[in-house]
């Protein structure tokens, strides 16, 4: 199945409070959610999908090309293909400057709203405000961890009910960063990622019942 623009953006019709926003953009039976920080950070006012418009944008969708998240892309024509990754941020509103953290606090609730409807299997918070958010509310891990996004980029953490692979910010990549991260994406989708539990256990004929 391909997905581009015109059925990819905004599936979940969010609306935000306020006059400008980047919405999440994707197929929403992802296994893959990639996840920014707000637009002033990972741009896309232009072409109304996250981490575009931005010096870094290509090397980025390049790196997910070659590590096989995104099939196609175009960012011109403002078009990515994928069928298995979906993009978002915590803060969608564009703001003057950076953010409140009443702001961030207000936002919230539709960032995870959207991420509980895509039930991605793997997370990929990108740069470290969105990876300590990440860490805060779907995990059980040290937040304060996410202050060394040298050491945590392209690892695999693990959450609750998520396989959690932060990134770091894409302007401050080397090569190495580059290859590490395709390399770490190749080898989840030659693996078996999807995090699944079987509840067979809990009924009475014992037979397998499996939920993501």
Not at 85 to 99: K, L, M, N, Q, R
Request: proline fraction near 7%.
């Amino acid at each position: 199945m391909e997905f581009v623009a015109d059925r990819s953006r905004n599936p979940f019709g969010m609306r935000p409070p306020c006059e400008q926003s980047i919405p999440g953009y994707g197929p929403t039976d992802a296994d893959f959610h990639v996840i920014g920080d707000h637009p002033d950070v990972h741009g896309g006012l232009d072409t109304q999908i996250p981490f575009t418009d931005q010096p870094w944008s290509a090397r980025f969708f390049e790196v997910l090309a070659g590590g096989g998240l995104i099939d196609e892309y175009d960012l011109g024509a403002g078009r990515v293909d994928t069928a298995r990754t979906y993009f978002s941020y915590i803060h969608a509103c564009a703001v003057d400057g950076e953010p409140s953290e009443s702001s961030y606090a207000d936002l919230e609730p539709f960032f995870d709203a959207e991420l509980r409807a895509i039930t991605a299997h793997v997370l990929l918070p990108v740069g470290e405000r969105a990876t300590r958010h990440v860490f805060e509310q779907y995990t059980a891990l040290d937040a304060d961890r996410a202050s060394e996004m040298g050491d945590l980029h392209a690892t695999e953490q693990r959450g609750s009910g998520w396989l959690i692979i932060p990134i770091k910010a894409p302007n401050a990549w080397t090569k190495e960063d580059e290859q590490t991260l395709v390399d770490r994406l190749r080898n989840l989708l030659a693996s078996e990622y999807h995090q699944i539990s079987d509840l067979g256990r809990f009924l009475p004929d014992g037979e397998p019942y499996f939920v993501r």
